[in-house]
């Protein structure tokens, strides 16, 4: 597995525009996606590199961190790149 996060800030908002996740080789992979130390969403992207857009941002709870992790379904094993997309904002 592979895991990539944005650092929490106190009194900021963190938003999610996007994210990419790919293994050098063809993986099936399952991401999880942590508002803080809870999953805000999951998802399969599948054996190719993927690029996941969002129409909206996501919003992430004020101060909480956003983790991002990427779990090879099988027992192979390659590097993996995770990237985020997005800002943040003062509140």
Known sequence: AAAVSHAAESGKT???????????????????VY????????FH????KSVLLFH?????????????EAALANAASGNCYVNLFGYTKDD
């Open 45 to 48: 992207s599948g054996a190719n």
């Open 35 to 42: 508002d803080g130390s809870s999953i805000k969403f999951s």
């Open 14 to 32: 963190h938003f999610l525009t996007g994210l990419q996740v790919s293994y050098r080789g063809p993986q099936y992979k399952q991401v999880d």
């Open 56 to 68: 909206h941002p996501v919003k992430f709870t004020q101060g909480n961190k956003i983790v991002v």
